[in-house]
């Protein structure tokens, strides 16, 4: 891959503007004084789609330095929709689909999108010979990613995740994979009935206590993740020739909208403020998609007891891509139109069904409520079946993979934590302590 034209990264609060060194995720004016804006991705020159080269080749413009050798599949494809669009009466909508179909040379690894954002963050780091461990937490899916290419591209991470989502932790199996695994990441799992955000909060405290010898890896401040779940935008636009009048899809964070609206910007300049973002939530875990409808800041308290009643885990962030600066609000405030949809359980493994029986697609849950929220207005007419919609559709194919090419699942590394070691100090420092040799052999290539 070749090294990306100059660019920054600019801070849209105070508009400071810093050179990339791999690892960036905040401004340092604005950290000092306790304020974490998403800083964005800024070329010097405005990015253009290399019509010559092929898949994620043709969209380097729009990414971070990416210069390492290793080569990405294709991830994704964009193409009309059949059989749902027929059934339910619209006229031009197109998928935007990451996973595993074969039949149309969608290879992602780890069947999700997680694997453009992941793949961007470790080639960012890794073409600015960052080489120190990378800490992060999630709730299955990302860590799913980073544990894959982390191990493919010997990049060491430290992962913490909820015990309840062991089983999304699984890979398909190659040579030498698991091994891999074991020498580079790091898995650490939070006993139930600990959640995600019971992991978020341990991955901070152990950021503090090893501070120096690892990299927060920062989630949506990281560019690497808005500049790579970006890459959604490119293809739809890559293969219509237009941006969409419509975008749905499920979100957790959000930071996929809003790195589809970055895009967009890129791509179409104002035009871009035409569009009108649909993201989707699993009811009643709804705190991102209410606050966008009663246009208000976030908030998660009276929605935590609603956690773990989510069939799609995934979509239950509770520190989205909306408050700070460079977010969703901010968008908002600037002419962006985002509208916020609920969707029940129920609803949502209908669609499941529903995708398979009309497209032959199996869809992972949180991709299957983006599609049950178009079922909804298909009925309530929200979304115009004559408008130019896209439907990201952010995972499928698990078992198609797992058939094809076995799998396993990835061990822990270190013994896990209790809940309490999440809300408790004294209960954390005994628990670090435990574990403190296995991840300062963490290697540090």
């Not at 599949?73 to 669009?85: D, H, I, V, W």
């Not at 669609?351 to 409520?369: C, D, K, N, Q, Y």
């Given at each position: 891959m070749r090294i990306n034209t100059k660019y920054y990264l600019s801070c849209p609060s105070c508009g400071a503007k810093y050179d990339d060194d791999g690892f960036r995720i905040n401004c340092d004016a604005c950290f000092v004084d306790k304020q974490k804006s998403i800083l964005k991705f800024e070329p010097t020159v405005t990015p253009k789609i290399d019509k010559t080269a092929q898949g994620l080749k043709r969209y380097l413009s729009f990414l971070p330095k990416m210069e390492n050798s290793f080569e990405a599949?294709?991830?994704?494809?964009?193409?009309?929709?059949?059989?749902?669009?027929?059934?339910?009466?619209?006229?031009?909508l197109y998928l935007?689909?990451?996973?595993?179909?074969?039949?149309?040379?969608?290879?992602?690894?780890?069947?999700?999108?997680?694997?453009?954002e992941t793949f961007t963050v470790l080639q960012r780091r890794l073409s600015h010979n960052v080489r120190k461990p990378l800490l992060l937490s999630s709730a299955g899916n990302t860590a799913r990613a980073f544990v894959y290419y982390a191990a493919h591209v010997e990049h060491p991470v430290i992962i913490i995740l909820p015990a309840a989502s062991r089983n999304f932790l699984w890979l398909h199996?190659?040579?030498?994979?698991?091994?891999?695994?074991?020498?580079?990441?790091?898995?650490?799992?939070?006993?139930?009935?600990?959640?995600?955000?019971?992991?978020?909060?341990?991955?901070?405290?152990?950021?503090?206590e090893i501070k120096g010898s690892s990299h927060e890896e920062g989630g949506y401040h990281n560019?690497?993740?808005?500049?790579?779940?970006?890459?959604?935008?490119?293809?739809?636009?890559?293969?219509?020739?237009?941006?969409?009048?419509?975008?749905?899809?499920?979100?957790?964070?959000?930071?996929?909208?809003?790195?589809?609206?970055?895009?967009?910007?890129?791509?179409?300049?104002?035009?871009?403020?035409?569009?009108?973002?649909?993201?989707?939530?699993?009811?009643?875990?709804?705190?991102?998609?209410?606050?966008?409808?009663?246009?208000?800041?976030?908030?998660?308290?009276?929605?935590?007891?609603?956690?773990?009643?989510?069939?799609s885990p995934m979509l239950t962030s509770a520190e989205p891509a909306y408050d700070p600066s460079g977010g969703m609000r901010d968008a908002m405030k600037s002419g962006h139109h985002l509208c916020g949809h609920g969707v029940?359980?129920?609803?949502?493994?209908?669609?499941?069904?529903?995708?398979?029986?009309?497209?032959?697609?199996?869809?992972?849950?949180?991709?299957?409520?983006?599609?049950a929220m178009l079922i909804k207005a298909s009925r309530t007419g929200q979304i115009p079946k004559g408008d130019l919609i896209q439907l990201n559709i952010t995972g499928c194919g698990e078992s198609a993979l797992k058939h094809d090419k076995g799998y396993f699942y990835v061990p822990a590394s270190c013994t896990s934590a209790t809940k309490e070691c999440c809300q408790d100090r004294s209960q954390f420092l005994k628990w670090i302590d435990t574990v403190r040799e296995e991840l300062c052999n963490t290697p540090q290539i």
């Open positions: 599949t294709n991830f994704l494809e964009t193409f009309p929709s059949t059989g749902f669009a027929k059934e339910y009466g619209f006229k031009r935007t689909v990451t996973g595993y179909v074969p039949e149309r040379n969608i290879n992602s690894p780890t069947c999700s999108f997680k694997d453009l199996c190659e040579d030498g994979l698991l091994e891999r695994v074991k020498k580079y990441c790091k898995v650490i799992f939070v006993d139930q009935p600990a959640n995600y955000r019971d992991a978020s909060k341990l991955s901070r405290c152990i950021a503090e560019i690497g993740r808005t500049t790579g779940l970006g890459i959604c935008a490119l293809s739809f636009f890559d293969t219509v020739n237009d941006i969409p009048d419509h975008y749905v899809q499920a979100v957790g964070s959000g930071v996929g909208v809003l790195a589809t609206l970055r895009n967009y910007a890129f791509l179409s300049g104002d035009r871009a403020r035409d569009i009108t973002y649909h993201l989707v939530q699993n009811i009643p875990y709804t705190p991102l998609v209410d606050a966008i409808e009663r246009n208000k800041s976030f908030s998660v308290h009276e929605y935590i007891s609603y956690i773990d009643t989510s069939c029940t359980n129920n609803e949502i493994l209908h669609a499941h069904h529903e995708f398979w029986r009309l497209e032959g697609i199996e869809l992972v849950l949180p991709a299957a409520a983006a599609v």
